[in-house]
């Protein structure tokens, strides 16, 4: 069975300055994709960064990026110039292409201070 | 968005009574899920759907049940509610490319806070 482990249960952050939210995963399988999911104080799941394992370009969006280390398993989430609205839950995510579903970590609390 | 919609959106109900989470599509997609959030566990698999009338265990199935009668709706059954089933509730839908075999994630609904005292 898949695992994903998010080591950092909270983390903060100036507005305005860089950081990183770590994530591990564990699989057998050559194929998979992996995402990132912000979770603001409204409840509502937001879909941040999508990385498709055979590519070796990690992904960005604006202000976020991966760091995609397939040998080491490891998927990084690096928010550039923190605003306080990234004040939110992080959560990363697996899917392997045989799989149905999704497995989440257990979340990043990351708050952003002023 | 995918038009995706849970209800209700809290609930409080007594121990031992019959509960029911509704979940509602408008774009005919295929898999739907259920989840549960709880803090320290992140999001946990119940049941999930890949047609009408198809459905499959989550990790975490124990004391629910599931229905899809309609490609449109998912229903999440808790039987005899537990406080142990207290917790926030997901519906989400998977954005996928059954033809090349891409996945893009899912879309979720609102989610449903469910209490049970």
């Known amino acids: 069975a898949q695992t994903v482990t998010q080591s950092q249960p909270e983390m903060s952050v100036q507005e305005a300055e860089t950081v990183t939210l770590s994530c591990t995963y564990d699989?057998?399988?050559?194929?998979?994709?992996l995402f990132w999911y912000k979770q603001p104080p409204s409840r509502q799941m937001i879909l941040v960064i999508r990385?498709?394992?055979?590519?070796?370009q990690n992904a960005t969006e604006n202000r976020f990026s991966v760091n995609f280390q397939k040998a080491a398993k490891s998927f990084s989430l690096k928010i550039s110039d923190s605003q306080l609205g990234d004040t939110a839950m992080y959560f990363c995510a697996f899917k392997s292409g045989s799989a149905r579903q999704l497995t989440f970590g257990s979340g990043t609390q990351l708050t952003v201070l002023p | 968005d995918a038009g995706i919609t849970q209800s209700p959106r809290h609930k409080v109900t007594e121990t031992g009574t019959p509960v029911t989470l509704r979940c509602h599509q408008t774009e005919n997609h295929r898999y739907m899920y259920w989840y549960r959030q709880d803090p320290g566990h992140g999001l946990r698999l119940i049941h999930y759907s890949y047609g009408v009338k198809d459905t499959d265990k989550g990790e975490v199935s124990d004391g629910y049940s599931v229905s899809r009668s309609k490609t449109e709706d998912f229903l999440l059954t808790l039987e005899s509610a537990t406080s142990s089933q207290t917790s926030v509730y997901f519906c989400?839908?998977?954005?996928?490319?059954f033809g090349t075999g891409e996945t893009y994630g899912y879309t979720f609904g609102s989610g449903t806070r469910l209490t049970v005292v």
């Open positions: 990385q498709e394992a055979y590519k070796q």
């Open positions: 699989t057998s399988e050559n194929n998979y994709y």
């Open positions: 989400a839908i998977s954005r996928a490319n």
